[in-house]
């Protein structure tokens, strides 16, 4: 009898799509907490050209960091409740945060790809942190 194995494909998707979510969340928030302390600064309506180049700015490296740490804590979510393959869902949560990433590319330059390859990375990062914590549950292989 073969050995089954039950992908938490929700799970995986739900995961990612809300991790990227968040990221976009939290980025927005960032930006408009910019653009009320230049309001507060000004004391009156803050200076557009200054809040478009703090978005400029920093929001390319601010997402992506963003993106891979919500990755981290969704992939490590997902890959505590799987007993196979959890280097791979940990990865596919990645993938799955940072496939929506590609509808925002107008022309991908290097830091388009660093964005892309980042949240893969976090979660396989994520899965050897949950794997990590499964080996005193798992059984162990007799030697």
Known sequence: MTDRIRAPWLSIVLA????????????AATVAGYAMALAIKAQGPPDANKIAAFAGRFM????PVVLSLLVLIAARWVVRRVRSMPILFGVLVGVVAALPTV????GPNL???IGFVLPPL????GALWARRGLRGILPQEAA
């Open 60 to 63: 390319p490296v601010l997402g």
């Open 103 to 106: 509808v925002f590319l107008h």
């Open 16 to 27: 990612g799509l809300l991790a990227f979510v968040l990221s976009m969340v939290i980025n």
């Open 111 to 113: 830091g388009d790809l």
């Open 122 to 125: 976090a979660g396989w990062l």
